[in-house]
């Protein structure tokens, strides 16, 4: 099949949280099974000064509401993917993919509505006609639209399909905002009350199909509490929303050979994990002692992972004898608390305000348990990440969660770590205090969970057998005209 992969964020490219782990992951799983598959992303800023890529081709010129926006489009190859970057410097040669750092970018609309359409354009100067072009999130969740309503023919027998990563970000923004949208009498129609549009709402509605990143989100998605305010949209579209879990990329994430980590360890010889321990513990000035259970915490921080309920009984954890580490950019409100318990707990508690690939899988390395509490959780990478290495995820039954860690209260048998529903304090304080009593009362069977979790496989390949199955899926099915339709 031709697979035209649109996406904002790509591993080693461009990366702001589990999007881009995604964005490279799934395309070369693909390509391994004889897709050929096409990414089209972005030249953001820090890539073009890295990588300094040449014109693929001729200029290229997109005429959208009344203007005439002229870019470039460079390739280079991920792991026999070819990538395709759409070089707008005025939308994408900025520090910050959507924001400064601070603030979110003022022109996210217009930046996101003009590369889903240039994604468009690079299939046809490419001449790649594709069977599916799968987009991601609400980035570019317009594809659909577009390509419906594109009428050069290019796209007539091409279906499309919309992932949901994170259905919280949905890009909602005033229509006369975006000037590549002028003039489109179908879009002013779509306009809420305050004359926004909604990309991801939009996605919903033209996409051939659309999956979420988990089976259970997908069915959270259909609940009135868990549709992100969408539940009209994703209710009449009921039939063709599905989930996928997400896989875990066991070549970057195997502590066995992890060439980020100061020692190695695996199910059947686990002391290299003790050594990754004591030097993460060394680097924070943390007390070096193997019998500290540590628990490592890393995220973007956002009220989504949970902040709301951690952040008031992180002092009550802190009175136990556990040290815990929290390493995270973002909401400078969650940031400044963070700061703050440091100064007051500086022999147990870290918070490290920074995003580095190296420190997350020291993290995970040397954490015996992973806090992952979220509020909402489309997938989740990190938990995969946690079992991998050993260490036990202390997770919400929500979304991807509740698929991936099994409670070893719930299922003493299968369990892979400790799972807890109430989305408040005293339900993950209980959680936690249950975990550290495993790990102090019950050595033995912490050791068989641990090597249990380790065992555990969720591999990309199986996650794109499915997304195989669902662009079948697409392609069998009539063409989904949403403009006949409704
Ligand atoms: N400070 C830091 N330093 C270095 N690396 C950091 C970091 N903070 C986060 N990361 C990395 O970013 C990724 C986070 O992935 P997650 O899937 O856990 O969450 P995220 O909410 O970003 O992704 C969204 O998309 C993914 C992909 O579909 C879904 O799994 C998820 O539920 C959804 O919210 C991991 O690779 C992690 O190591």
Known sequence: MNILFVISEVEDLA??????????????????????????????????????????TEEQCLNAGGRQYRFHIKRLE???????????????????????????FDDNGERFAFFSMAALETAKAIDFHPDIIQC?????????????????????????????????????????????????????????????????????????????????????????????????????????????????????WDPATDPLLPAHFGPEEISGKTDCKRALQQQFGLEPAPDIPLIGMLCRLTEQKGFGFLLPILEQVLQHRVQLIIVGTGDPGISDELTRVQHRNPAQFVYCNDFSNTLA???????????????????????????????????RAVGGLADTVIDVSAAPESATGFVFQSPDSSALLHCIRRALLFYYEYPDRFRQVQKRAMQTRFTWQEAAEHYVALYQQALEAPKHCPDRKY
């Open 15 to 56: 990366k702001t949280g589990g999007l881009a782990d995604v964005g490279k992951a799934l395309p070369l799983a693909l390509k391994a099974m004889g897709h050929d598959v096409r990414i089209v992303k972005p030249y953001y800023r820090d890539m073009a000064h890295k990588y300094q890529l040449v014109n693929e």
């Open 78 to 104: 991920l792991e026999r993917v070819p990538v395709y970057c759409v070089d707008y410097p005025d939308y994408f040669h900025r520090a910050g993919l959507y924001s400064d750092g601070y603030q979110p």
């Open 136 to 252: 991601n999130d609400w980035h570019t969740a317009l594809c659909p639209y577009f390509a419906e309503r594109d009428n050069s023919g290019f796209f007539k027998d091409t279906r499309t399909l919309l992932t949901i990563h994170n259905g919280a970000f949905q890009g909602a923004y005033p229509l006369r905002e975006i000037p590549c949208l002028q003039h489109d009498p179908k879009l002013i129609s779509q306009t809420n009350e305050y004359g926004e549009i909604n990309f991801l709402r939009l996605g919903v509605q033209y996409a051939s199909k659309i999956n979420a990143v988990s089976p259970n989100y997908a069915s959270e998605l259909l609940t009135p509490l868990g549709s992100h305010h969408l539940y009209q949209s994703f209710f009449q579209r009921r039939q063709d929303v599905s989930g996928i879990l997400n896989g875990c990329d066991y070549s970057q």
């Open 361 to 395: 899988h020291n993290v995970e390395a040397a954490s015996d348990f992973f806090l992952m509490p979220s509020l909402f959780e489309p997938c989740g990478l990190n938990q995969m990440y946690s079992l991998a290495y050993g260490t036990l995820p202390i997770v």
